[in-house]
């Protein structure tokens, strides 16, 4: 299985703190990855080191098969990143907000890329309203538009369902499935609904105290472990 992540005794140090201890992980072409671990296990700096925002302080990242450290441009065109955590310019509209991450990756005919956001992640009735204006749901819907706008091979997420009422929550766990499955992309989501991983994620990989402690499909987990749900796995570990 070709994979589209690999880490090799991925390290990041702060003086005295080891936030990621020599994590070896992997993301499968094609699968719709989780990782996971309590605040504090390394999620969002291993997050920040496979974005580029954060240079490791030892280990290598490989990204398409390529030295993601040594370069990571051409990767970056072909990735995305959404987090209901990071906000978007609030004074924008969401139509304004959408056409300028377009042309940031280089699009020159932008009009079609909004419409098809719009109507894909059902902006449409709300586009021309300024983000400071909208619903935490509706922002983050905004935010995952804004994520898909280069139709990237590889999306990292951070709470991709926060703030959304159980129905639109469903829906979009729907939309990134059958994105993956229609365009062979791969995604690596940090969650802390563990139903919401049963249901989407092929595969799991989950930290402790910046180490991978255990990884597996979320039915090898909770079999390995004799519980009834991932939350109980989760719990254990």
């Not at 504090?40 to 700096?45: F, I, L, S």
């Not at 098969?65 to 509209?93: H, I, W």
């Not at 902006?123 to 749901?137: M, N, P, W």
Request: proline share 4%.
């Amino acid at each position: 299985m070709e994979e589209v992540i690999k880490t090799t005794k991925l390290t990041k140090r702060y003086r005295d703190l080891v936030a990621v201890d020599e994590l070896d992980l992997a993301v499968k072409k094609g699968y719709v990855t989780a990782l996971l671990g309590a605040n504090g296990a390394g999620k969002t700096t291993t997050l920040s080191m496979l974005l580029g925002l954060l240079s490791p302080t030892s280990g290598d990242i490989s990204v398409f098969g390529k030295d993601f450290v040594a370069n990571r441009y051409p990767a970056l065109e072909r990735m995305n990143f959404s987090s209901p955590y990071v906000d978007l310019p609030q004074r924008l509209t969401v139509r304004e907000n959408l056409t300028v991450y377009a042309k940031l990756y280089g699009f020159l005919n932008v009009k079609p890329i909004v419409e098809r956001l719009a109507e894909e992640l059902q902006l449409t009735e709300f586009i021309d309203r300024r983000v400071r204006r909208l619903s935490s749901g509706q922002k983050t819907r905004v935010s995952l538009a804004k994520a898909f706008v280069n139709e990237p091979d590889l999306l990292l997420l951070d709470e991709p369902t926060a703030s959304l009422d159980p129905e639109t929550a469903s829906w979009i766990r729907n939309f990134l499935r059958d994105y993956c499955e229609r365009c062979g992309a791969s995604i690596l989501l940090a969650s802390h609904d563990m139903r919401e991983v049963e249901i989407v994620c092929d595969d799991v990989l989950l930290l402790r105290r910046g180490k991978l402690v255990e990884s597996g499909s979320p039915s090898e987990l909770i079999k390995r472990f004799g519980r009834r749900t991932l939350e109980e796995v989760f719990l254990d570990v």
